[in-house]
């Protein structure tokens, strides 16, 4: 059973960073993707930054040149490097990841980001 989970969320005023975590119970070379997704209050759950196959990063556009996500193969781990933050970036942020065509959800950190 994989199981996912995310840390490094938290209140920071609008301009700041955050690093966001997903550890997860196996060896992340054994998902066919991973992703991290957001959902706003009151809002749809929305795709923010993945992994696609080879390897290579795609972002949503409200993320692109704010945000990396970057990898750590040895400790399993995948990161979301926030920067520029926005009030509109307020949301709990979920790690996703894809094995054998089953999709698996982590816990979710909360991001709040004041003005």
């Known amino acids: 059973q994989v199981q996912l989970v995310e840390s490094g969320g938290g209140l920071v005023q609008a301009g700041g960073s955050l690093r966001l975590s997903c550890a997860a119970s196996?060896?992340?070379?054994?998902?066919?993707?991973m992703a991290w997704y957001r959902q706003a209050p009151g809002k749809q759950r929305e795709w923010v930054a993945g992994?696609?196959?080879?390897?290579?990063?795609t972002y949503a556009d409200s993320a692109k040149g704010r945000f990396t996500i970057s990898r750590d193969n040895a400790k399993n781990t995948v990161y979301l490097q926030m920067n520029s933050l926005k009030p509109e970036d307020t949301a709990v942020y979920y790690c996703?990841?894809?094995?054998?065509?089953?999709?698996?959800w982590g816990q979710g950190t909360q991001v709040t980001v004041s003005s």
């Open positions: 196996g060896s992340i070379f054994s998902f066919n993707a």
């Open positions: 992994f696609i196959t080879g390897g290579s990063t």
């Open positions: 996703a990841a894809v094995q054998a065509a089953q999709q698996y």
